[in-house]
């Protein structure tokens, strides 16, 4: 079974910048579609960013949209998300999760639709 792990959350100062890896063991990530999701306490978990399995077409939240970016590495098996100008409420446990392609060429943030998930890495943006 695809399982992934997250890395490099942490505490950042508001206007500073993470980045933050999905990687993945046993499994090759070439033909699956990644998402970037996260839950803030007290709130559902809401779709950040995801990238077709091409690496050609992205899709973000207009809460993010300019401000993160992701991108992903086939060689080294790992999808990233470069997180900068962050803010306070960009504080959340951050989710990667992977799903075979279901549309051509093309990603959504609908998290029913992913089957696979890490286990989070928490993100703190707070001075």
């Known amino acids: 079974q695809l399982q992934l792990v997250e890395s490099g959350g942490g505490l950042v100062q508001p206007g500073g910048s993470l980045r933050l890896s999905c990687a993945a063991s046993r499994f090759t990530l070439d033909y699956y579609v990644i998402g970037w999701f996260r839950q803030a306490p007290g709130k559902e978990r809401e779709g950040v960013s995801c990238?077709?399995?091409?690496?050609?077409?992205?899709n973000y939240a207009d809460s993010v949209k300019g401000r993160f970016t992701i991108s992903r590495d086939n060689a080294k098996n790992t999808v990233y998300l470069q997180m900068n100008s962050l803010k306070p409420e960009d504080t959340a446990v951050y989710y990667c999760a992977a799903d075979l392609p279901r549309r051509p060429n093309r990603c959504v943030l609908l998290a029913y639709e992913y089957d696979y998930w890490g286990q989070g890495t928490q993100v703190t943006v707070s001075s």
């Open positions: 990238i077709s399995s091409s690496g050609s077409s992205t």
